[in-house]
Nanobody
Framework: QVHLVESGGGTVQAGGSLRLSCAAS????????MGWYRQAPGKQREMVAQ?????NYADSVKGRFTISSDNAKNTVFLQMNSLKPDDTAIYYC??????????????WGLGTQVTVSS
């Protein structure tokens, strides 16, 4: 697995913005996908946004969140605008890549807390 470190979480009022970053500790080749997931208390982890060829978003964040990446720096970002209290969760970075044995390797960050107050 690749070591991923998220940053940028925090507490913001409804309507505010945050930008999450996720940096890999090493150069990753053959990236299959990069994305962000979140898990709210008492709920299952869900996909928020991912880059897998194209970009995909959960319906609940379309038009408000934007995922982007800097492949040269092995970093993925999540710009979150018009935040709502329902966006409160721990946000996890996810990267899948193909290793030298042609195996699909999935890596997760430890998560960063996002809290949106009403």
């Amino acid at each position: 697995q690749v070591h991923l470190v998220e940053s940028g979480g925090g507490t913001v009022q409804a309507g505010g913005s945050l930008r999450l970053s996720c940096a890999a500790s090493e150069r990753i080749s053959s990236i299959a996908s990069m994305g962000w997931y979140r898990q709210a208390p008492g709920k299952q982890r869900e996909m928020v946004a991912q880059i897998i060829g194209t970009t995909n978003y959960a319906d609940s964040v379309k038009g408000r969140f934007t995922i982007s990446s800097d492949n040269a720096k092995n970093t993925v970002f999540l710009q979150m605008n018009s935040l709502k209290p329902d966006d409160t969760a721990i946000y996890y970075c996810n990267v899948q890549h193909i290793d030298s044995l042609h195996q699909l390797i999935t890596s997760w960050g430890l998560g960063t807390q996002v809290t949106v107050s009403s």
